[in-house]
């Protein structure tokens, strides 16, 4: 078995971890960096990002009020200094973006153009029209093959850390194309595997997003920060989740009910401005508040009997005709096309449904804010860490900013950790994965009764009823019943295709291991945490309580199910307060 | 609740146990809102797990879905099993490409084109990061914006006669990408993806049947492209005869 020896290596290859293999490849042209991803990079799901990604540019915005939007729209939970960071970094990693060739969309002058977004006092999103991850992706994926440092392992699936002596200094890789597994060794590692939406039934995210890089760092011992915030994004399409972008709103756009009435009012997000009115939108109210509010505002108002019923569920309507069909074209060429194409609808001319869809994970691998988790040599960054720079509610467009801050920061920290670290167990190491090939290769030659997509379908439904956009302890107990069951039935699982060559289903198994471990400290944290706060609303306990729950919750692996602990959040300068929107 | 079938004639082929392709007949749901990729989805989970392909986004935006459907080089997760039933559906693997196992089939050489073309921002002038944006008027990121919209999903090359016969041509999207930084008005790279764009591999092995732009599902017009590098190549040729002539056409 071959060792693959790089200087640092990367598990994915989308927005988060191209960002980090640039940020080593350029600055340090004498390390090796190997990135390796299931997917090729330029498939990861960062391309599906629609809206945009925010940072502070323009005259009338500033800092310190995009600093006091994230933590508020965190419901305070984010940690302030990693908020400092991040929106203080977040223009440099925009400009520096664009002078790699990301064609954002300009000004009439040229300069970059920016929109309105949920929860945001001012407009500060960038956006390339309605594809900005789309393009952010190609951008880096094609500003990364510049570097000759950069070594890709495309469709090479990480199935284990190795962690030697209480470091990591690796992982084992299961290549597609041959089934072998080997290690791909370095004295730092940077997860950037992306979040875990494939959990739930009904999500916006791609089906490789299950949750892998945080069921290999809990498997290693780390622990998974705040998994109970999962984000309903208030505007996916029935049936198949494909996302409406908040930008349809950021644009203008509003929604209304069954009786065409802009039901939001209702929901403590302020007063309608009408559409014509040149203050429409008005930023940080009605459709413009943050997500959270906005698909709890669907529940209430689904219980109040004014959404429509529909063969996928119940929806209610996303109005964009009054913008008129230049600018729909112009700004939401995406949204046209996907409308057309999957529910055979023209926003021009009609409404759109939309209902609550699972979106995001705020949750994740517990770093600091160099991307660092307490175990040594690793690191993480993107949608599959949490350096609480979210808390308990991500606003919109942050997440791509995320990216670019956290994964240049996560590499530089990592370089760094590598020169004072350099030392390896080779052997060692790739006596573990051959472990792990000899393992996998007797779990999946077993020939057991139970059907991977039977599991899928059982779990995706039991998050789906036990961890929805409200719960309460009883659905939540259910729902941990059954994520243990299934965990116990995994055993027994049956796989057809034992051969070697682009096996698909192998990964599938191990995907449904990764999700059912992210599953079950999403609910065990739920469970847990017996308040409300941002995206975690549970119906016997409706109020947030700073006294026992200002706190991060922290999931860590047993034998039986998670052990949760709890970490306090950095409050510097902004005390908590109360929300308000509107 | 679906009561009727569509059915699909798939292409298998798994090299590690014979070495023939065969077709292989499977029945599913016909369901009005499904595409080709969720009746490839029901086989998979509910018929044969053995099947081999692959999907990503189920939205059309990370071009991992590409087959031959009845023949012609498709998003599988855009093209709906309504489009084509009563008719079957014969699924293979994109034309031109070897194929890995039954609809996989081998990217090596395109992405190898990718970084051929030098598919980057090259710029014009150093800006540093403290200066800003670059500006570039709405009308300047028009002129390339829709070669920046392709989503790699090589349909194109499953559809271009010249690259069925001749790999080494770089191909409609690497053209295209390629054109799209050279249209860009923040670079400068013009010059050195002119060795390869136009060597004998490059823009003149383009016959101009413009099947590319036909399939390309995200409208990319990747003939288009070839067009224009060619129109910018013969300029320079006719400049470079003439002594005032100027070595550089601007884009
Ligand atoms: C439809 C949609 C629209 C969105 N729009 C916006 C927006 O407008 N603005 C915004 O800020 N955010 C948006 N988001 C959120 C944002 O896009 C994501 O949070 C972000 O792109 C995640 O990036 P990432 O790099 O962390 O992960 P991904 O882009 O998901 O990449 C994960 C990578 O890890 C690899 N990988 C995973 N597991 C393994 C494994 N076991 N072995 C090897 N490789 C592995 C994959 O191959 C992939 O390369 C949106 C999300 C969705 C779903
Ligand atoms: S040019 Fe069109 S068909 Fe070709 S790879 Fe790009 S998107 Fe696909
Ligand atoms: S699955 Fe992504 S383009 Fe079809």
């Not at chain 1, 800092?63 to 223009?91: C, K, M, R, T, Y």
């Not at chain 1, 403590?268 to 009605?286: A, F």
């Not at chain 1, 590598?418 to 000899?438: C, H, K, M, V, Y």
């Amino acid at each position: 078995m071959e060792v693959r020896r790089h200087d640092i290596v990367i598990v994915g290859g989308g927005g988060a971890g191209l960002r980090a293999a640039i940020a080593a490849g350029e600055q340090f042209p004498d390390l090796s960096i190997g990135v390796v991803s299931k997917l090729y990079p330029m498939r990861s799901h960062t391309v599906a990002a629609e809206g945009g990604a925010a940072g502070v540019i323009k005259p009338n915005d500033s800092i310190e009020q995009h600093i006091s939007d994230v933590i508020s729209g965190s419901d305070w939970l984010a940690d302030q200094d990693v908020v400092e960071i991040f929106v203080n970094q977040a223009p440099r990693e925009l400009v520096q973006l664009e002078h790699w060739g990301c064609p954002w969309s300009r000004m009439p002058d040229g300069s970059v153009a920016v929109r309105p977004f949920g929860g945001m006092k001012t407009e500060r999103t960038w956006y390339a029209a309605d594809k900005t991850g789309f393009h952010m992706l190609h951008t880096l994926f094609q500003t990364a093959m510049k570097y000759g440092n950069v070594v890709r392992y495309d469709e090479n699936f990480a199935v284990q850390l190795l962690v030697h002596e209480g470091r990591c200094q690796g992982v084992a890789a299961l290549d597609f194309r041959t089934g072998e597994v080997f290690p791909v060794v370095a004295p730092a590692v940077i997860l950037c595997t992306g979040g875990g939406g494939r959990i739930f039934a009904f999500t916006t995210n791609a089906v490789a997003k299950t949750g892998d890089g945080m069921a290999l760092a809990y498997r290693a011992g780390v622990p998974l920060k705040d998994m109970e915030f999962v984000q309903f994004h208030p505007t996916g399409l029935p049936d198949t989740g494909i996302l409406i972008t908040e930008a349809a709103r950021g644009e203008g756009g509003i929604l209304v009910n069954k009786d065409g009435y802009r039901y939001l009012q209702d929901y403590d997000l302020g007063k309608p401005v009408d559409v014509n009115d040149p203050e429409h939108p008005r930023k940080s109210t009605m459709e413009l508040g943050p997500r959270d509010r906005l698909s709890q505002a669907f529940v209430k108002e689904q219980a109040k009997g004014g959404t429509i019923q529909g063969k996928f569920g119940d929806y209610v309507h996303l109005d964009l005709r009054h913008l008129g069909a230049k600018r729909i074209h112009e700004r939401l060429p995406f949204i046209v096309e996907l409308c057309h194409e999957y529910v055979g609808l023209d926003p021009v001319r009609d409404l759109i449904p939309v209902r609550p869809v699972v979106h995001y994970m705020m949750g994740g691998v517990h770093t600091d804010l160099d991307g660092a988790t307490p175990l040594p040599g690793l690191y993480a960054a993107g949608e599959c860490a949490c350096a609480s720079l979210n808390g308990a509610n991500r606003l919109g467009s942050n997440s791509l900013t995320e990216l670019l801050v956290f994964g240049a920061r996560a590499a530089r920290a990592a370089v760094e950790f590598g020169r004072q670290n350099s030392a390896l167990a080779t052997e060692a190491l790739a006596a573990q994965a051959a472990d792990q090939q000899r393992q996998i290769q007797e779990r999946f030659s077993r020939r057991g009764s139970e059907p991977i997509a039977r599991l899928r379908q059982e779990l995706n439904e039991a998050m789906e009823v036990g961890a929805a956009i409200e719960r309460d302890g009883e659905g939540l107990q259910q729902a941990c019943n059954k994520v243990a069951e299934l965990k116990a039935r995994l055993q027994d699982l049956r796989l057809t295709d034992h051969s070697t060559t682009f096996n698909t289903e192998l990964p599938a198994a191990l995907e449904l291991e990764n999700m059912i471990d992210v599953a079950e400290c999403v609910v065990q944290s739920a469970l847990a945490r017996t308040e409300s706060r941002g995206a975690h609303q549970r119906r016997d306990f409706p109020k947030r309580d700073d006294q026992q729950f200002l706190k991060h919750s922290l999931a860590y692996r047993t034998d039986a199910e998670p052990r949760i602990e709890y970490c306090d959040v950095t409050i510097t300068k902004w005390p908590p307060k109360e929300r308000h929107y509107g | 609740m679906a009561d009727e079938n569509a059915i699909l004639e798939v292409f298998r082929y798994q090299p590690d146990q014979k070495s023939e392709p065969t077709f292989q007949r499977y029945e599913v749901p016909f369901h009005e809102e499904w595409v080709v990729l969720d009746a490839l989805n029901y086989i998979k989970d509910h018929l044969d797990g053995t099947l081999s392909y692959r999907w990503s986004c189920r939205m059309g935006i990370c071009g991992s879905c590409g087959m031959m459907v009845n023949g012609d080089p498709k998003l599988t997760c855009s093209v709906f099993l309504r489009d084509y039933h009563p008719q079957v559906m014969r699924v293979e693997p994109l034309r031109g490409f070897p194929v890995i196992r039954d609809l996989v089939i081998d990217l090596d050489d395109f992405m190898n084109k990718m970084t051929e073309v030098k598919a980057w921002m090259i710029p014009k002038e150093e800006r540093s990061i403290e200066q800003g944006e670059y500006l570039q008027s709405p009308a300047q990121l028009a002129r390339y914006r829709q070669y920046s919209t392709c989503i790699n999903c090589t349909l194109c090359y499953a559809a271009c006669p010249v690259y069925g016969r001749h790999t080494e041509f770089v191909g409609p999207a690497a053209i295209a990408l390629a054109q799209r930084y050279n249209m860009d008005s923040r670079d400068g790279g013009y010059e050195e993806r002119a060795e390869t764009l136009f060597d004998e591999h490059g823009v003149w092995m383009c016959t101009f049947v413009g099947d590319c732009s036909r399939v390309c599902p995200k409208n990319v017009d990747p003939a288009a492209a070839i067009q224009q590098a060619k129109v910018s190549a013969t300029k320079d040729f006719y400049r470079s005869l003439v002594p005032w002539g100027k070595r550089r056409t601007e884009t």
